[in-house]
């Protein structure tokens, strides 16, 4: 996978992130992985189909869902009720919509799906064929990390 | 008990959600996210802006709009959504009534989108994230409350 469809990505989530909890956002090294990884409990997928073709998922622990949507909304949520997920289901879609955007001016055309959230313990994403570029993102409120897995169409 | 003469006000600014005889502007929010739905209402009402209706999708919007007309100052106008997009839902609204004052408020910046959103007759267009400071300036001047460009 190419470098240049990620960091649209990564300077999406950086910047959102940094706006929308008030806060400073560490971002952590970069680290590929090609075959099937855990997932952190509370995943939001976004597919992308065009030009390129795959998916970007933002993944995070319950407590960290939690507490991002908490201060999103400016109020302690106690449990991931709908208002919770439709703020995290907002949040993977400003940083995706971003990037999106700045893809879009670099000539690459494509169409992006809504955003699903995935909530459970102990799930696994395989991403067959396509290597997954991941970049953590270090928040007061926990870790986020950035997981793309994009491929030029055939 | 009237509170206006108990308590001085420190601040005379009037808040930009009322007209100039006091009452507040109407707005319709039409957008399919709770999340984000909840935070228009919660930055227009903290400025004295009274939100008349929210739908969730723009066909619902459009349903709405007809239904509040003529008693209705201002939308704001979501582009990704169920069943009818915010763009169509546009497009309906100003063939309906061309003084209708439509603010866009979406994630996706694309020029394309911006240009089109304005060419059909929106009065301002609002990247997100949302910053109560923006959303409330370019409502203000879409309204015509401030002289500031």
Do not use: C, W
């Amino acid at each position: 996978m190419r470098v240049e469809y990620i960091n649209p990505f990564v300077e999406a989530a950086f910047n959102v992130l940094k706006e929308v909890l008030n806060t400073d956002i560490k971002r952590g090294e970069l680290y590929l992985k090609s075959t099937t990884m855990p997932v952190l409990g509370v995943a939001a997928l976004v597919g992308l189909a065009g030009d390129v073709e795959g998916r970007v998922m933002f993944d995070m622990t319950k407590q960290t869902a939690l507490a991002v949507a908490s201060t999103m909304n400016g109020e302690q949520l106690s449990s991931l009720d709908e208002l919770a997920k439709a703020t995290i289901t907002e949040l993977a879609n400003m940083i995706t919509a971003q990037a999106v955007t700045k893809l879009h001016d670099l000539g690459f055309r494509f169409d992006l799906t809504p955003p699903a959230l995935f909530t459970g313990d102990n799930m696994e994403v395989s991403d067959h064929e396509v290597e997954a570029l991941i970049v953590p993102m270090e928040t007061p409120q926990g870790k986020i990390e950035i997981n793309v897995a994009i491929r030029e169409r055939a | 008990m009237k509170t206006k003469q108990d308590f001085p006000s420190i601040n005379e600014r009037e808040p930009d959600g009322l007209k100039p005889d006091g009452t507040p502007f109407r707005v319709l929010v039409v957008d399919d996210s709770m999340f984000v739905a909840k935070q228009i209402g919660q930055i227009l009402t903290s400025e004295g802006y009274e939100v008349a209706a929210t739908a969730a999708d723009g066909q619902e919007g459009v349903e709405k709009y007809k239904e509040l007309f003529p008693n209705i100052d201002l939308v704001t106008m979501d582009i990704t959504m169920p069943k009818m997009d915010g763009i169509t839902a546009l497009e309906h609204i100003m063939n309906f009534d061309k003084n209708a004052k439509v603010v866009m408020i979406s994630a996706l910046g694309k020029q394309d989108l911006v240009k089109k959103s304005l060419l059909l007759g929106a009065k301002n267009y609002i990247v997100k994230p949302l910053d109560r400071k923006k959303v409330l300036e370019r409502i203000a001047q879409v309204l015509g409350k401030t002289s500031t460009a």
